[in-house]
């Protein structure tokens, strides 16, 4: 039974997948036009991968984006001023990845909700949102790696974010 135990331990650090990967980094979320009042934001994106095998594992997302909009050089007579916003997805689901020997490309589906704040008259907006992307992460060393790009897509019944796209880079650490 030791020598069961030993073995498998050997076996499983000799494994070039990660159990866990975090990634955190920079997020851009652009806008359009029905996602009044926030225009394009600038933010944070984080991840958790559990990986249980080389091309399957479960991610949870977290990104935060903000912006601040002058209403005023804006057509909109009812309000004037500059707003803040805030949205703040939080997604799960699965990815699948196809890792070479320094490149990991994936792809996930992701299931969650969204939330988008302003502090123009205090409007708030919590919904559901779906998301899929791609990304590619170059690995720097068996612990670390950049993640080149991540680009997905994310859609909501949140006021403030009905159809973008989000992209992010950052550095994944590899467990």
């Not at 073995?7 to 866990?20: D, F, L, T």
């Not at 903000?66 to 949205?87: C, D, E």
């Not at 949102?129 to 997905?152: K, T, Y």
């Amino acid at each position: 039974f030791f020598l069961l135990a030993l073995i498998n331990n050997v076996a499983m650090a000799q494994s070039e997948v990660p159990r866990m990967e975090a990634f955190g980094g920079f997020s851009y979320l652009p806008s359009g036009s029905e996602d009044f009042p926030r225009s394009k934001s600038y933010g944070f994106q984080t991840s958790i991968t559990a990986n249980l095998n080389k091309w399957f594992g479960v991610v949870g997302d977290f990104g935060g984006q903000y912006s601040r909009t002058n209403l005023s050089n804006l057509q909109y007579p009812l309000f004037s001023g500059t707003v803040k916003t805030a949205m703040y997805e939080y997604l799960v689901g699965p990815r699948f990845s196809i890792r070479t020997q320094r490149a990991n490309i994936f792809g996930h589906l992701l299931f969650g909700g969204a939330s988008g704040r302003t502090d123009l008259r205090s409007f708030s907006d919590t919904e559901i949102a779906i998301g899929a992307g791609v990304g590619l992460d170059i690995g720097i060393n068996s612990r670390m790696a950049i993640r080149a790009f991540q680009f997905g897509y994310l859609g909501s019944f949140t006021d403030m974010l009905e159809n973008n796209v989000r992209l992010g880079t950052g550095i994944v650490f590899r467990f």
